[in-house]
């Protein structure tokens, strides 16, 4: 293994959360490299490049390694591109991976609005037009998973295969803490109150909740929890990270809208048997034509870590087929 791909798959990038507002790129994209807040470069695998694009009115910053076949892997709540280091060092071999920082998140602009789920998708295959000809085999994880949803319903010209891990169908979220929900949700769509009682806490409280919906909680590494709070920490990045949960109630109505509607591309269902368990395979199984579902026994939430030589054996099988 090569120091710069160790480098890759055990630290964590040191870009500074104002690289992206203050990069001015020409065109639509740029190659430039962003400049860290120490001094440092962005810690890529060989051959990666840090990039942002200009898509439906936002700026996201992205990174792409690989030759192949496309796959944009879109991360989740309260991570960033990062969260996919394991998965692209892995896979990078066979297929050109694009890993965007969602709207808001990561190095990508801060928006007002535009958190959700249809506008999220938006931004993705605008970002597949650009950066990969216009379609993609597309991977979902968490807030991830349910944009991709909706931009399989909404864009299904632009999926070539889906892949959702993890996560649940906008409107089949249990809310209800006394019925056996999650409490996090109520608490993430309040107003200014979840900023209010975290700040200063970023760190502590992102690396509780990884840790709480973990099977195999040491599984994500401190390192990446610190790469991914730094983000969060900085100004704005929680209140976006929240704004993805305060549009939950836009996103279940978009998603009714889909009813009676299938989708027509294979799709694969992944779950942690310790995270959403059967509830995902079984929310997509009457919208999907051609599905395939697994559950990984020994996983919680973050399959893609907890889980990673299962985890890319099946993400790579599915898009070879």
């Known amino acids: 293994m090569s120091m710069q791909r160790r480098a890759f798959l055990l630290g964590a990038s040191t870009l500074a959360a104002g690289a992206a507002a203050t990069a001015s790129p020409a065109a639509s994209e740029t190659s430039s490299p962003a400049a860290a807040d120490d001094g440092s470069a962005l810690l890529l695998p060989e051959g990666g490049q840090s990039l942002f694009a200009r898509v439906n009115g936002v700026k996201l910053h992205y990174v792409r390694v690989g030759a192949g076949p496309s796959v944009i892997l879109l991360h989740g709540w309260p991570q960033t591109w990062f969260a996919w280091r394991n998965t692209m060092a892995r896979l990078c071999s066979r297929f050109t ?111 509780a909740q990884i840790r709480a919906w973990s099977h195999k909680k040491d599984a994500v590494p401190d390192a990446a929890i610190a790469e991914f709070a730094k983000h969060y920490a900085s100004e704005g990045g929680m209140t976006a990270g929240f704004n993805y949960y305060r549009a939950l109630k836009d996103d279940a109505a978009a998603a009714a809208s889909f009813k009676g509607r299938k989708l027509e591309m294979p799709v694969l269902a992944i779950a942690g048997r310790h995270g959403v368990g059967e509830r995902l395979a079984d929310a997509l199984r009457p919208q999907t034509t051609n599905l395939r579902s697994v559950i990984v026994e020994e996983s919680g939430h973050f399959v893609a870590d907890e889980a990673p030589e299962q985890f890319c054996a099946q993400i790579e099988g599915f898009l070879s087929a």
């Open 97 to 207: 991976l694009i890993a965007p920082d969602l709207r808001g998140l990561g190095l990508s602009e801060r928006t007002v609005g535009g958190y959700d789920k249809q506008t999220i998708a938006g931004d993705v295959r605008a970002l597949i037009d650009q950066a990969a000809g216009g379609r993609a085999h597309v991977v979902g994880h968490d807030m991830g998973g349910k944009a991709a949803f909706m931009l399989a319903h909404l864009h299904p010209d632009h999926v070539e295969k889906l892949v959702l891990v993890d996560c649940l169908i906008p409107g089949t979220e249990n809310m209800d803490a006394l019925r056996g929900g999650a409490w996090h949700y109520g608490f993430h769509m309040a107003p200014d109150f979840p900023e209010m009682l975290t700040r200063g806490r970023e760190r502590d409280y992102i690396a």
